[in-house]
């Protein structure tokens, strides 16, 4: 199995190579190039096992019989050992048919700390074999920082540079990045938004002289290995409650698509998901997309769920290029378009396919603000923004014949003064956490500018001798 650009113009790699290239060099990303398939009888099997199991057996074949078997489990247990529910991704019921699949029981709360806890290690393994060094560089909106920097503290083959947006992430998710005491770490506030942050990261790719000199990686849902531990847990709970012998339905609270479009990888491998639902903040450019056939950005609001505060969706570009028969030239003539005038059109077919398997809704701050009220009410469940955001619209594409499951993205203690002003309840951070808000705080605040950016990672990487 090995992996190929969505763009069609940079070359295949095998699994190491596409877990340390992060995004490809024509600006693509990896993608396998056939879907593994797991027959229902396979699938039935995972009955009773532990996630870490379900995980080995649904990540093998994506390794390309790269990483020797005992390796790669070892990896997979030490990743969600750091976990503190036994389950790792365990299922909360609400109501009659619906669930909520708790992913926030991992070191920084968030859901990114499945794959990233995963990432850190099959990178060390990756470099180690090969006695190199890699320079890692992410974007985040807020989660995606505090989990790299948390599984990346410390490893002597990587430095690690986090763009986050100056003044836009809540306090809880800035020090998570910004309190790290690990030489290797470096937090940056860009002033701009997450999408600069996103272009930032990008455009380091794209500079091929930059690129091969500080030997760029990067750990945002760019790079496939990050979807692909995501695909994980939609096995997990689909068997959990039922499947493959019935469907089971997800509600994803999206903002770069990775979450969601990992299950729509489960759905390839065999897994009977009946809809794949996506949630949108006010930032909705992904549930206007599946009204219109129209990808057109607008400028980005700030709303109480910072992390979804983004308007160009990455891995939007993986579902684009199924969705037109893996056709790259028509992913290029998408991205191009994006590139010179901010938007593009999804051909009908395109559309049709999209729509065979996916939904999509908004919640508006209000109605955010209600549901976590109303749950707590209902049920004494205590939501944080974005998985509201779930809630509120898996709720409205409830059907009887199935489960429906809302992915839980983040623990509401992220974001303490959101969920006080909506339910009046102030949640605690957990023990582990308890200091993190007297730490002393270290990052430096830099232009959206490539060359700045460049500049300062340039001064910062350690050369390992
Ligand atoms: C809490 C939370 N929910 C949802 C999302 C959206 O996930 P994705 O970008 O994979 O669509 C993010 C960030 O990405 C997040 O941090
Ligand atoms: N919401 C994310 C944005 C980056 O997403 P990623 O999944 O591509 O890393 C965040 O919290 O940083």
Known sequence: MDYISTRGEAPALGFCDALLAGLARDGGLY???EWPVLTKKEIRAFRGKSYQDVAFAVLSPFTNGEIPADVFRGMIDDAYATFRHPAVAPLVQTGANSFVME???GTTLAFKDVAMQLLARLM???LEKRGQRATIVGATSGDTGGAAIDAFAGRERTD???LFPHEKVSPVQQRQMTTSTAANVHALAIKGNFDDCQNLVKAMFNDAAFRDRVKLSGVNSINWARIMAQVVYYFTTAVALGGPDRKISFTVPTGNFGDIFAGYVAKRMGLPIEKLVIATNENDILARMLKTGRYEMR??????SPSMDIQIS??????LFEANGRDASKVRAAMESLKQSNGFSVSEEALKFIKKDFRAGRASEKQVAETIRKTLADTGYLLDPHTA????????????SSPMVTLATAHPAKFPAAVKSASGIDPALPTWLAGLMTREERFDILDPELKAVESFIGKHIRTGE
């Open 389 to 400: 955001i779930g809630v509120f619209i898996a709720n409205k594409n409830e059907r009887p």
């Open 103 to 105: 992913l926030f029981h």
């Open 160 to 162: 690690i540079f986090i």
């Open 299 to 304: 400028s980005v609001k700030a709303t109480t």
């Open 124 to 126: 060390d393994y990756a």
């Open 314 to 319: 990455s891995n939007f570009e993986r579902l």
């Open 31 to 33: 993608v396998p190039r």
